[in-house]
């Protein structure tokens, strides 16, 4: 309905000039209104920082998984905490784990058994998925080849319980210290002290759960002075293989692989602090570095102690982070500041989620032998990436008559490149080649478990087992 105006033309009728329509004018109300509530929001955004802290677990966990192991760790408060807190409280009723699910597939192949298990720690995942990303910037590969990398173990100077501190805690600490120099700026202008309270006891709260032993017993095994020579790959499709020879100083990757619940009290056996030494017969595997020694995890009614701790951890930290957050949505001013804390703290705790680590900070320190770039593979990796039988050609070079083979692959050396036995520097047929003897002596003492040394005065015989046992000298 429209209103006339009170002013009337000289004609005496109505004049043309009307009021606005209602319906106009109450758009305009509601607008106003909008606009102001917006400009409250964005003024002092009071709910966003309550929803944010609920989001993010995934990468709080991914980023604890990366750099715990020693008192402090470098994961900052920020969102996604509250959330975690609860995923893992359910993880501590389930299978009691800490680490995520592996994010990138392996399996772990012992290459003087042929024996594989696929990978469940998501450890050994990280080690692949690090060394391939290496590679790919090392040396290309073609389409139709397979890219072998050999490392050698070498000796890890830490405990076996212990993580080397680096330049990543020191950045994670810079970072904390960020974070409340900025909570520190409301209490200079307007004397608000909640923000930093809450970052405070966020952080402190983040710390605990990364101090937590249960983190060392799932990323170690016991054994962590492995003479196995390991091939990790994601297997058939892959054009990747890293080959680790343990030579004594390698943690043992199969065991590693297959790791038990922390719920049992194997995991716990290299933790001094939460277990008790017994005395055992050498024919028992020593756990870490001890010859003679296994240790017996202590209990607390059906749990080892140190799984107790974790699962008692648990429940506290998911009853005080839910006061946070009440504490959190109560913030009304100054919750930009809120805000650009745990924003700071996400965009660190997403860099070490997805960074790459190299293996030395995992307790596995490793020294390049080889980068081969190849079209064959050893024998206990034939099943898994070439399924089909042998060439008799093939079968040949196996038992250690290479002339035939060789004399093809020169032939055909224009498109495929020589054989790898008539490069500079090729050993592995080569019976007076002291790296070769070496390496057949190990094999061999470790397949006859030291007791008969004639047997190796065997040329094919010798062959025969270096190459079931070692891939670092494949044919290309």
């Known amino acids: 309905m429209l ?5 009337f033309g000289s004609s005496g009728g109505l004049t043309k000039n009307f009021r606005p329509p209602l319906l106009e004018r109450g758009l305009d109300l509601k607008a106003s209104a909008t606009l102001k509530e917006l400009a409250s929001q964005w003024t002092n955004p009071s709910d966003v920082s309550t929803i944010l802290m609920v989001i993010g677990a995934d990468v709080v966990q991914k980023a604890l998984a990366q750099t715990t192991g020693n008192l402090f760790t470098p994961v900052c408060f920020s969102f996604g905490w509250v959330a975690y807190t609860f995923t893992n409280l359910v993880n501590m009723i389930g299978d009691g784990r800490l680490l995520p699910e592996p994010d990138y597939p392996v399996k772990v192949f012992n290459l003087a058994s042929g024996y594989h298990r696929q990978n469940r720690n998501w450890v050994i995942g990280r080690i692949v998925r690090d060394s391939e990303a290496w590679m790919s910037r090392r040396k290309s590969n073609s389409e139709a080849s397979i890219r072998i ?15 080397s501190y680096g330049w990543l805690h020191l950045y994670g600490a810079l970072v904390m210290a960020l974070q409340l120099f900025v909570d520190a700026i409301p209490i200079i202008l307007n004397g608000e002290w909640d923000i930093l309270f ?27 002075a492995s003479n196995k020579v390991y091939a990790l790959t ?14 004594g ?43 003679c020694e296994l240790r017996k995890a202590r209990m607390i009614g059906k749990f080892p102690r140190g799984f107790f701790i974790t699962r008692l951890v648990c429940i506290l930290q998911s009853f005080l982070w839910l006061l946070l957050l009440i504490n959190v949505a109560s913030v009304k001013t100054d919750t930009w500041f809120l ?24 307790n596995l320190p490793l020294r390049l032998i080889d980068l081969i770039v190849t079209h064959q593979c050893s024998r206990p990796l034939l099943r898994e990436f070439f399924p089909s039988v ?37 050993m592995l047929h080569t ?18 478990g030291g007791s008969s040394c004639s047997a190796l005065q065997s040329s094919a015989w010798n062959r025969k087992m270096y190459l079931k046992g070692v891939v670092s000298e494949t044919r290309s």
Do not use: H
């Open 198 to 224: 809450i970052t405070s006891v966020g952080t402190l709260l983040a710390l605990v759960v990364g101090a937590l032993p249960q983190w060392t017993a799932e990323k170690l095994p016991n054994n962590q």
């Open 431 to 448: 019976q007076s080649s002291k790296r070769m003897a070496t390496a057949q002596t190990q094999i061999g003492e470790e397949r006859l």
């Open 249 to 291: 100083r390698c943690l043992d990757l199969e065991e590693l692989a297959i790791a038990e619940s922390p719920r049992n009290g194997t995991p716990w056996a290299k933790v001094a602090g939460l277990t008790t030494p017994v005395s055992r017969s050498g024919d028992d595997i020593p756990p870490g570095k001890s010859p």
């Open 149 to 163: 990398a050999v490392y050698e173990a070498e000796e890890n100077p830490n405990s076996p319980t212990a993580f």
């Open 3 to 7: 209103l006339p105006s009170q002013n």
């Open 234 to 247: 994601t297997g058939n499709g892959s054009r990747d293989i890293v080959v680790i020879k343990g030579a």
């Open 390 to 426: 042998l060439r008799p050609d093939e079968e040949q070079w196996w038992a250690g008559d290479c002339a035939a083979y060789d004399e093809k692959r020169n032939r055909e050396r224009a498109w495929r490149g020589p054989p790898r036995s008539k490069l500079p520097g090729y």
């Open 339 to 362: 805000l650009a804390v745990e924003f700071i703290g996400m965009f660190q705790n997403a860099i070490i989620a997805a960074m790459e680590r190299p293996p030395k900070s995992r």
